[in-house]
C-alpha cells in the first residue's frame, strides 16, 4: 500500500519533476545548455560549454563505471512499481550513487568556474535533478548525495587537466610598457580594415562608425587583398586597425611595426587569442582605449621573417591544420578537426632537425610569443606581452610510443617527468631541416617554409591600443 500511495503521490504532485528528470536522461539537459553556450558567443561562455561537458563525462565515467560495479546497491523497491507506470523510467542499472546528479554537479561545477554568474543557477538546476531522482523513486536520499559529491569531485579535476585562465583581463597585461598616444576622441587619423573572411561581424564596420565617426572603416569586398588594403590603410592614417582573427592580426602587426604605428586590434575572429590577451573583448573596448589614447608595446616574435602575435609550431600540428582546411568546406571546421586530428595521430612521422646545431626527431614543437602558462601541452593564456622570451615545447620523437606517453602524462599531471617532452625558454632558435622544405605555421595558418630558418624575437616591438586596468 505504501508504494502505491507514493506512485500515485509521484505521478500526481510531480509532473514538472517528472519531466526534469527524463530531460536529464542521458545528459542530454546539460549537452543542450552547453550547446545554447556555444552558440551564445564568447570567449567565456565556450570555454564553460567545454569545461562543463568535459566534467559531465568524468563524472558518467566514474559514477556509472567503478562504483555502480563496486557497489551494485538495487534501486528502491518503488522504482520497481513506478517503472511500469506511464512515463516513468525503467532503471535497468543500480542506484548508488546517482549518474543523474554526478552528471548535473559536474557540468555545473566545471562552467561554474569560467563563467562565475552561471555556478549558482546551475548547482541549483543540478540539485532539483538530484531531487527529482529521488522524488520519482528511483533514487535513495543517499545516492542522490553521493553522486553530487562525485559531480563536484569531477568538475574539479578539470582544472587539473584543463587548468582555467585567468578571468581578470588585467592579470595578463600587468607588465606591459606603457606608451604615451594622442588621444582621438572620435577616431581622427584611425584606418581600419574589416576582414569579414575572418569571421567578422557584418554589423562591425557600422558598429565601429557609430564608435569612432571620425575613422576610415574600410570594408573588403569578396576577391580583396587584405595585404594591399592594409597597406593603403597604413598609407592614410596615422594608426592602422584591423577587424579579423588572429591571421588578419599577424598581417597588420608587419605593416604597422615597419611604418612605426600604432596598431588597432578590434576582436572579430572565431578565437580572438591576441585581442583577448590585451584585454579587448569587444569593438567598445578598441574604440574606449583609443578615445583615451591608452597603448603599450610588446613583444612581436618571427619564423622565417613572418611575423607572430602569439604562437607558431613545426610538424604534426601543421599537418593538422592542412588537413582540417581541407575537409571544412565540405563538413564544417569543428567535425574537420577531429576527421584531421585521427588521420594525423594514424599517418604522421617524427621529421628530423637540427635546433641550434644538435640534431633532433620530433613530432611537434610548439612557440609562444612570450611565456605561456600552464607548463605542458595545453599553453592557454600569458602573463606577460614584454618577457623577451620565446616559449618552445618540444614532443620528442626518438622514445618508443613518445605520443601516448605524453598523453598520459597529461592526463595524470606528471608531464615534468615524462621524457617525450621538453620546455626551454630562450630569445632565439636556429632550425634547420635535414627532410627538405618544411611546412610552418602561425597563428593557425600555414606556409611553405626553407629547410634553414630561424625563429627569433622581432628588434623592434608592436605597439597597440589597450583598454584601462
Not at 564568447?42 to 559531465?56: S, T
Not at 527529482?132 to 536520499?141: C, D, E, F, I, L
Not at 575613422?215 to 592594409?230: C, K, N, P, R
Request: neutral net charge; contains cysteine; aromatic residues 6%.
Amino acid at each position: 500500500m505504501r508504494l502505491l500511495r507514493r506512485s500515485r503521490r509521484s505521478t500526481v504532485a510531480g509532473p514538472g519533476l517528472l519531466l526534469l528528470t527524463r530531460a536529464a536522461d542521458r545528459g542530454l539537459l546539460w549537452l543542450s545548455i552547453a550547446a545554447a553556450l556555444g552558440l551564445g558567443g564568447g570567449r567565456r561562455p565556450r570555454r564553460a560549454a567545454l569545461r562543463g561537458v568535459f566534467g559531465v563525462a568524468l563524472a558518467a565515467a566514474v559514477a556509472n563505471g567503478p562504483l555502480k560495479l563496486a557497489f551494485r546497491s538495487p534501486r528502491p523497491a518503488a522504482a520497481r512499481l513506478l517503472g511500469h507506470l506511464p512515463g516513468f523510467p525503467h532503471e535497468s542499472t543500480t542506484s548508488f550513487p546517482s549518474g543523474h546528479t554526478a552528471a548535473g554537479f559536474a557540468f555545473a561545477v566545471g562552467a561554474g568556474q569560467e563563467v562565475p554568474a552561471l555556478a549558482a543557477p546551475l548547482v541549483g538546476l543540478a540539485a532539483l535533478v538530484g531531487y527529482s531522482r529521488v522524488h520519482a523513486g528511483v533514487h535513495r536520499r543517499s545516492d542522490a548525495l553521493a553522486g553530487a559529491a562525485v559531480g563536484v569531485g569531477a568538475g574539479l579535476v578539470t582544472r587539473r587537466l584543463w587548468p582555467v585562465a585567468p578571468h581578470e583581463p588585467a592579470q595578463v597585461r600587468t607588465a606591459l610598457a606603457r606608451a604615451e598616444v594622442e588621444p582621438s576622441p572620435a577616431g581622427k587619423g584611425v584606418a581600419i580594415v574589416v576582414n569579414p573572411s575572418a569571421g567578422s561581424s557584418e554589423r562591425a564596420a557600422e558598429e565601429l562608425r557609430a564608435e569612432l565617426p571620425e575613422a576610415q572603416v574600410i570594408e573588403l569586398a569578396e576577391g580583396d587583398d587584405l595585404q594591399d588594403a592594409l597597406r593603403a590603410a597604413s598609407e592614410r592614417g596615422c594608426v592602422l586597425g584591423v577587424v579579423g582573427g588572429d591571421g588578419s592580426v599577424n598581417t597588420a602587426a608587419e605593416l604597422a611595426a615597419g611604418d612605426e604605428k600604432p596598431m588597432l586590434v578590434v576582436p572579430g575572429g572565431t578565437l580572438n587569442h591576441f585581442a583577448y590577451a590585451l584585454g579587448l573583448d569587444s569593438i567598445a573596448d578598441a574604440a574606449s582605449a583609443v578615445r583615451d589614447g591608452r597603448a603599450a608595446a610588446v613583444d612581436r616574435a618571427l619564423i622565417d621573417g613572418h611575423t607572430f602575435v602569439n604562437t607558431a609550431s613545426i610538424g604534426s600540428y601543421v599537418e593538422l591544420v592542412d588537413a582540417r582546411e581541407t575537409l571544412e568546406g565540405r563538413i564544417g571546421k569543428w567535425p574537420a578537426v577531429v576527421v584531421a586530428l585521427w588521420g594525423v595521430l594514424r599517418r604522421s612521422e617524427p621529421i628530423e632537425l637540427e635546433l641550434d646545431g644538435v640534431r633532433r626527431k620530433v613530432w611537434m614543437i610548439f612557440v609562444g610569443n612570450c611565456r605561456y602558462d600552464p607548463p605542458g601541452f595545453a599553453p592557454s593564456w600569458r602573463e606577460r606581452l614584454d618577457d623577451g622570451q620565446l616559449d618552445i615545447r618540444i614532443v620528442d620523437g626518438t622514445q618508443p610510443w613518445s605520443r601516448a606517453r605524453l598523453l598520459l602524462s597529461v592526463l595524470t599531471g606528471r608531464l615534468a617527468n615524462c621524457g617525450a617532452y621538453e620546455q626551454r625558454y630562450v630569445r632565439r632558435m636556429e632550425v634547420r631541416s635535414l627532410a627538405g622544405p618544411l611546412r610552418l605555421a602561425r597563428d593557425g595558418e600555414t606556409f611553405d617554409g626553407p629547410e634553414e630558418f630561424t625563429i627569433c624575437k622581432a628588434d623592434d616591438p608592436l605597439l597597440v591600443y589597450v583598454p584601462e586596468e
